[in-house]
């Protein structure tokens, strides 16, 4: 009884010691994981481990160079509110590191720069892409408009030539884009360009032609007016070189203002009616 009371003890004494021994062991191994994981992240972190050597554009350019990213990433051209302010936004940043997102809102206050898009490529390789503002008209004398109504403020030098221009309050670029799109499509059958779009400060509108006529369409009924107009253009259009201003603010008719007093004759169909208000 004894005996097996004494060897009951010792495999009881070895069970415990393999417990422990098989504890420390998990232990041991679990110190070993996280050690290398703090050890990996502080790795992953440091701007040593993979830093970034390349930037790569890439889109349609014709206003947007490699060289303008660089230097927007680099010197914090066009910092906005709300955008990182770096002195450098590659500074001290390595491939796991960078900041994708404050680089895109960076780009993105390029004034050329309509989007942009910010991807890592394994190791070392940062691709922008671009896509750039289509400039359709001059907005005033200090900016251009895009093709979707955005006024954005380009270094002058970089202005395309021969645009039309759009005069109003910056609340109304969208309008003067829209009566801009109605009227050159119209035009293109008689073939006509529209070289300014002028709102007033009550909304009336006016139209100066590539033959420097103005047009006149006032504040009510544009469309039917810019309509109207295409229709009695083909009894205009011989005289269009004597003519200053076409008055569309009449019920079924028009006026006509010439550049000279010499002008002779009465042109066919001049006023029907009385003119409207607006």
Known sequence: MFKKNKQAMRLSEQGVSAGFVRGFKVIFVLLITVSALVWSAIKITDP???????????????????????KALSNGVGQ???????????????????????????????????????????????????VEHKAVAYWGNNGLVSEFGKVFYPNKKTYPKALPRFV????????CLRYFNDATEMFAAINLKV?????????ALTLTLGNDVELNLGRQNK???????????????ERMTLIERIDMRYTNGFSVK?????AKGKLYNEVTSGRENV
Do not use: C
């Open 48 to 70: 040593q481990t993979l830093p970034i050597t390349k930037v790569r554009a890439l889109g349609d350019f014709s206003f947007v160079t490699e060289e303008m990213l660089h």
């Open 80 to 130: 906005q509110q709300g955008v990182k302010s770096e002195i450098d936004i590659l500074e001290n940043k390595g491939f796991f590191n960078i900041d994708v997102d404050a680089i895109k809102q960076r780009v993105e206050t390029m004034p050329w720069v309509k989007q942009a898009s910010v991807q890592r490529v394994w190791p070392d390789t940062l691709i922008i892409e671009v």
């Open 168 to 175: 109003a309050t910056e609340g109304l670029v969208e309008n």
């Open 195 to 203: 070289m300014k779009v002028k709102f007033s400060p009550r909304q």
């Open 223 to 237: 469309l039917y007016r810019l309509q109207r107009f295409t229709q009695v253009y083909s009894a205009l259009s």
């Open 258 to 262: 010439w550049k000279q007093r010499q």
